[in-house]
């Protein structure tokens, strides 16, 4: 693959452990949350297009998979795919996996598949991208959407 | 209804805020974490019981759908609803509402869905709840069990 996913880098800080020294469900989510950030950057939606426009990015929804335990002091990086996009919401995939080889394995240990409006702060209320961020949201849509569609993208939750 | 749902009470602290003084999509994930704690303690399955067991609740999956935002020093409390359980899981409903009657309404801020998995950390592999903690869990589904389904149950992330 010639086009290089966003991936976003971090090492699991003492203070997200859980009495058990292993990352607490919800910083999985603050990683998540630092990916898109991340995205938001590379798509240009960055601090002073914030500063400019008064628009950013909102979490309407997310989902997330936790598939195995991360230990404090790990190191971990979050690689992103669009999955769809219109001219106000990004559907995205987050897999996170560990940077250390010493579990042996690039399984992700968690998934978040997410849907992301763009809003205009002043309102709040949801509005278009700007034609400079529609073109690179279209760019990457359109890089990504050749790739499989991920294992853990659809999914309803409920006991099996 | 004569039954009193779980619920958790906090206040939103300032390092949970963004850049706007709002909430951060993850710390909506972090109180929802500690409504998760609450109910385990409800249910038995505190650090007592853990230490005796060696086991505790993994989540292995959950749904947040954020729908409105919320400031830096708002109080709030999370309500729980037990949808279904087996016997050695529970699929939970969290929602978490305004204490401070300001914004002049009851409706949700956000919700989430969960599905929560009892394990022996030992393994780690999924176990059965103990039989005092099955007691437990069956009378507070079978209490639930009367409820309206919730609105924000069984979703799919999707574009519109």
Known sequence: MAYELPQYRDTVRAEWGDYNGHLRDAFYGLIFSYATDALMDRLGLDAVCRARTQCSIYTVEYHINFLQEVKVGAEVQVTTQVLAADAKRLHVYHAMTLLDGAEGSTDPVAVSEQMLLH????????????????LLVRAMAAEHAGLARPAYAGRVIRLP
Chains 1, 2 share one sequence.
Not at 123 to 132: H, L, M, Q, R, Y
Request: charge should be neutral.
């Open 119 to 134: 809003v205009d702060t002043r309102g709040p209320k949801s509005a278009v991208f700007t034609p400079e961020v529609m």
